[in-house]
């Protein structure tokens, strides 16, 4: 009894009204069993109101639900017995009542209904065309397709503008999608992966691409036919970008095959999604470049080439939808080119052998009125670095001063740097005055220059002049940085001067500059070197001593960096921070760390294959005891990897790795094959990769054109 009035008492207080009806039906005088009975459901009534009044929820009439449930039976009879005209009128029917019905979850009609509706009208589009059907049946019928595509049931949808298409009817299927597009939740999630599509535009990485189920890629390509038929490509380029979906060469191929009946439409179409995924990539700066630096090879340049040529045409072609530089953008073109992308073409076309390509492109640039800026000069200074060509370089610094460019700290770097690789340190000091009478930066940037002329000085073994270098900085505001102690600890290192490395890491204590991955490997490597067997243990102890917690992160980077020293000490270094990771379960390696080492393995031949087998067995086996797999981009490493090891059996490895693919269950993707064909290829083993094109077809895979161009070179050898 005192329950029920503290829980009355309580409730007073906050809805006085109810608990006043609430006391006339509470009675002290009813039997004790009967209050039991009865308290429970006068509290659950008093819930029930309260949560009415606090959401005022509408009262419902009974004839009113009781229309709706005998409205959903009806449905679900249809369905039953296959009767798509009775089940659609029902359900809009149906849809009629809900706007009389309180917009909540169980007024609405249950998913499974509405797929099992959906899987009906499916298959019915499927078996006949629904021209016979009456205007008021065929709009409850586009009605419903399109809410079933916004539960993601979108089979209907799709099929329903296939027939459109037939029928000539571009603006029924641009006012459906639009329709969609109007109930489509803003966050719709999907299970779908990530598309990446190895097609024509050999994109072998992951992309910015937007996960997306691959229905809505269908209804996009019928959006995107309806707009060709229409003859609106801006539109469907609006669309394309806004959508952020790069839709699959096999939903593009399966679209063209059904308009083959129809040859205008289908060139047309076709038109249409080359340059559509072109102006995808134009649209995504990061992404074009990361796809161009993928083909700068001489093998690829063919391809890197037509790429040019394709965005080219898009910018001076006789149909113009990109502009050169974002200056001339208008509302008609709305895509411009990125300085990185012309950047990303002049660094591909050099690193692929083809200077006729590179200096093509300046006049290019001319031609469509873009003047290059210090940053694409600098990227060619940078590219030329990267070669190592000090001539071109000068040549190209030369021409930079003559079109009135100022070169900045960056170039400055650039230039020097190729000079003291192409051993002209005279002319590397020399452009380096020239950069402290001429340039004042800041700490961060001007940095990058000192940094590399003190990488220059040790590589020359110039140490006093490196020493008086560092002791200048203080009078010119700028202090050490940690690419500064770095390259200081190296140089030491390979001159086994551990004296002066200790010096080195008093000095970034003294500065309070703490240590970074670089900097403890640098000392583990050193401290290899003069056989110290608890080098892993002392260097855990020093990055702690600093205040750094090592975690995972840390960890795999240091074992990547030691696996790059390709040295078997180096290795046990390895194997002993692995056991240390295993130790603590915050620390527990993940699959890059194990990656790391295997792909070091794979790398090369400084451990005798013999015991190289044995250490890739025993991580399979520590994979496996903590339940981690390898996933497909995994695969992909390890495969190049063994593939452009210099061991002559690395290529039995990477078809070992396939076998292991295949028992794991994973597919051998557009860009598995690429990798082993071009690996084979580049070792020249005809015979295996002829066995692994007739693989392939086994497997019922379909060659993207450029995996095509591949397989047709193996087999005319």
């Known amino acids: 009894m005192l329950k029920h009035i503290s829980t009355l008492s309580l409730l007073e207080s906050v809805v006085p009204s109810l608990v006043c009806r609430a006391r006339a039906f509470s009675k002290p005088a009813f039997a004790s ?17 309260i949560m009415a009044q606090n959401h005022k929820r509408r009262i419902v009439p009974d004839a009113l639900k009781e229309k709706r449930n005998t409205t959903l039976v009806r449905i679900k009879r249809a369905i039953e017995n296959r009767d798509i005209v009775a089940a659609i009128t029902h359900w809009a029917s149906l849809r009629a009542l809900e706007q009389e019905l309180p917009d ?28 016979a059907w009456s205007d008021t049946l065929k709009m409850n019928v586009q009605n419903f397709a399109v809410l079933a595509a916004t539960h993601g049931f979108t089979g209907a949808l799709e099929t329903l503008m296939d027939h459109l298409i037939r029928q000539g009817e571009p603006q029924v299927i641009l006012d459906l999608y639009r329709s969609y597009t109007q109930i489509l939740p803003k966050n719709i999630t999907s299970s779908s992966e990530p598309i990446n599509n190895d097609d024509e535009l050999g994109l072998l990485d992951g992309e910015e691409f937007q996960s997306v189920h691959p229905g809505r890629e269908s209804i996009l390509l019928a959006v995107i036919t309806a707009y060709a038929m229409n003859d609106c490509f801006q539109a469907a380029l609006d669309l394309y970008i806004s959508a952020n979906v790069r839709i699959s060469r096999h939903r593009r191929q399966r679209l063209l095959r059904k308009l083959s009946n129809d040859i205008e439409l289908h060139q047309k179409v076709q038109t249409y999604l080359e340059r559509l995924n072109i102006a995808y990539l134009v649209a995504k700066p990061s992404a074009l470049s990361r796809h161009i630096m993928n083909l700068a090879y001489p093998r690829s340049a063919r391809s890197l080439e037509k790429l040019y040529h394709d965005i080219l045409d898009g910018i001076s072609g006789p149909e113009p939808y990109l502009v050169a530089d974002k200056a001339a953008t208008s509302s008609a073109t709305t895509l411009a080119m990125s300085e990185i992308g012309w950047t990303s073409f002049q660094t591909g076309f050099i690193r692929s052998e083809r200077m006729d390509l590179a200096v093509k492109m300046w006049d290019d640039l001319a031609k469509c009125g873009v003047i290059p800026g210090v940053t694409m000069w600098t990227a060619l200074l940078d590219t030329y670095a990267g070669l190592r060509d ?25 230039m020097i740097a190729v000079l003291f690789d192409d051993n002209k340190p005279e002319e590397a000091l020399k452009r380096f005055k020239e950069y402290q009478l001429t340039c004042r930066d800041d700490q961060a940037r001007a940095m990058n220059v000192y940094n590399t002329v003190l990488k220059g000085l040790l590589r020359i073994k110039r140490i006093d002049e490196a020493k008086l270098l560092m002791n200048s900085l203080q009078d010119k505001g700028l202090h050490p940085d940690i690419v500064s102690f770095n390259t200081l600890l190296a140089y030491y290192c390979r001159q086994n001067d551990f004296k002066a490395l200790s010096g080195v890491v008093a000095d970034m204590s003294a500065a309070s500059i703490p240590g970074d991955v670089v900097t403890f490997s640098t000392i583990l490597s050193a401290l290899l070197r003069i056989g110290k067997k608890d080098a892993p243990v002392t260097i855990l102890n020093l990055m702690r001593k600093q205040g750094i917690q090592p975690n995972v992160a840390t960890y795999s980077a240091i074992i990547d960096h030691q696996m790059r020293e390709q040295s078997e000490d180096n290795l046990k270094a390895v194997i002993s921070l692995l056991d240390k990771m295993e130790q603590d379960e915050s620390t527990r390696p993940n699959e890059v760390t194990y990656t790391s080492i295997l792909s070091g393995l794979y790398r090369g031949v400084w451990v005798p294959r013999e015991k190289a087998d044995l250490v890739r067995k025993d991580l399979v086996a520590r994979m496996r005891r903590f339940q981690i797999a390898f996933r497909l981009p995994t695969y992909h490493i390890l495969i190049r990897a063994a593939l452009e090891s210099p061991d002559p059996k690395g290529y039995l490895d990477a078809l070992s790795l396939v076998r292991e693919m295949e028992e794991q269950g994973i597919p051998m993707t557009t860009s598995t094959w690429y990798i082993l064909f071009a690996g084979l290829m580049h070792r020249e083993l005809w015979d295996v990769a002829k066995e692994m094109v007739a693989k392939m077809d086994q497997s019922g895979h379909e060659p993207t054109p450029r995996l095509d161009k591949l397989v047709q070179d193996i087999i005319r050898h």
């Open 33 to 49: 069993q009967r209050k039991i009975q009865d308290e429970p459901l006068l509290h659950a009534k008093i819930r029930d109101q």
């Open 104 to 131: 909540e979850e169980m007024y609405r009609v249950p998913d499974t209904t509405t797929k099992a509706l959906h899987n009906l009208l499916h298959s019915v589009l499927n078996s006949r065309t629904p021209a």
């Open 390 to 414: 000090s001539n071109k370089a000068m040549i190209t610094w030369n021409n930079m001063l003559r079109k009135g460019i100022r070169p900045d700290t960056l170039s400055y770097r650039a």
